[in-house]
C-alpha cells in the first residue's frame, strides 16, 4: 500500500464508522427523512452524507473547473469502495476524432486461449469533470465482479473541448476496441458499454451510432448491450424531477447549469447530447437502466428506457429509490449504494453473457 493512498483508506474508514452509529441514534440526530414523490424515504446513511456535504460544499462557479476537477478526484476515492486489485492495469493512447485518447485497460486475470467479453467505460461529471483517476474504484469493481477486461475512456472535457467532442471520442474509442479486440484478447461480440450521468449519455449514444458498425466479412459490431447508470438523455430538462429536487440532493440546479454551459450544446435536442430526441433508436443494444430515487436525471432516464422499449429494445428498469445522484460512486460508505452497484454489475455479466 503506497503512503499517498494511507490517508484516503484512514478517511474512508473513519467516514464509514460514523456512518455504522446505530441507526435509531442516526435518526435522531439526523431528524426525519425526506419523502419523494414516490412515497420512498431517503437512504438514512445518504441522508447523514448530504448534511456533512451541505456543511462545506462551494458552489461550482465560486471554486472554477481546475479547482473542482483537482477536489473530484480528491474525494471520490473516499467515499468509493477500497480499488480491488485485478491481474494488470495499462494506460494506452488511441487515435481519436482530434488526436489522440487516453484509455485505461483493466485485465482481471491473465489471458486465457478463449476470447474475453468487455466493458468500455465512460466516466460521469457533466461532460466538465472526471478522470480514469476518480473512477479507478468503479473500473476495478466492474472488471473484477463481471470478469470482464474493462477500457475506461479519458475523452475530452469541456469548456477546453466542447460538445460534441466528447461523443465524438466515446464513439472512436468503442470503435478502436473493436477493431483492435484480437489484440485486447476480447471477443468483438461481447464488448458492452457503461457509463454514469454524463458517461450514460456518452453510453447512450455510442450505442446508437455504432450499430452501423461492421466488421471486414460484414458483421455486426454494435456493442452488445448498454449499462445507463442515471444518464442525462435530455438536455432540455423539462421533466418532473429536475423541479423536484432542484436543491438539496448532491446534484444541484446551479450546477447542472454551470456544466451545460461549459458544454456548449446550443441545440439541446441534438442527438449527440439528448439521446430522448434521437429520431430511432430501433435495434440498439439491450439496456439495464438504474435511476436514482431523489436525483433529478430520473425522469428522462426513464423516459429513455421506454422510448427503447416502445422501439423493441430488451431493456430493465431499476430505480433505487432511496438513493441520490452520484450513488455508484459512494459504495465505500453507503450499504445500499453498494448493494444498487453489484446489482448494476451483475446485470451487465448477464448482458455479456447473452442471458438479459
Known sequence: MSERNLPRRVARRVLRAALSTPAPVLRRMLGPAPVNDRGSPLDLQTQAILRLL?????????????????????????????????????????????????????????RASRARPACVYFHGGGWVIGSLESYDAVCRKIATRARCVVISVDYRLAPEHVFPAAA????????????????????????????????????????????????????????????????????????????????????????MDWFLGHYGVEDERHPLGSPLHADDVRDVAPAYVV????????????????????????????????????FFSMGGVIDAARTAVDRAIDALSRGLAGTV
Open 291 to 326: 435511476t436514482a430515487g431523489f436525483d433529478p436525471l430520473r425522469d428522462e432516464g426513464e423516459a429513455y428506457a421506454k422510448k427503447l422499449g416502445d422501439a423493441g429494445v430488451r431493456v430493465e428498469v431499476r430505480c433505487e429509490q432511496g438513493l441520490v445522484h452520484g
Open 168 to 255: 465524438l471520442d466515446a464513439i472512436a474509442a468503442f470503435q478502436w476496441v473493436i477493431e483492435h479486440a484480437g489484440e485486447l484478447g476480447i471477443d468483438p461480440r461481447r464488448v458492452a458499454v457503461a457509463g454514469d450521468s454524463a458517461g450514460g449519455n456518452l453510453s447512450a449514444i455510442v450505442a446508437r451510432e455504432a450499430r452501423a458498425l461492421r466488421s471486414a466479412s460484414g458483421e455486426p459490431r454494435a456493442p452488445a448491450f448498454q449499462l445507463l447508470v442515471y444518464p442525462a438523455t435530455d438536455l432540455t430538462r423539462t421533466h418532473e424531477s429536475h423541479r423536484l429536487f432542484a436543491r438539496g440532493f448532491l446534484l444541484e440546479k446551479d450546477t
Open 54 to 110: 451541505a456543511d462545506w460544499r462551494e458552489p461550482p462557479h465560486e471554486l472554477g473547473t481546475l479547482r473542482m476537477r483537482r477536489d473530484f478526484d480528491l474525494q471520490a476515492p473516499l467515499v468509493d469502495v477500497e480499488p480491488a486489485p485485478v491481474h494488470r492495469v495499462e494506460d494506452r493512447f488511441v487515435p481519436g476524432a482530434h488526436g489522440a485518447i487516453r484509455v485505461r485497460i483493466y485485465e482481471p486475470e491473465a
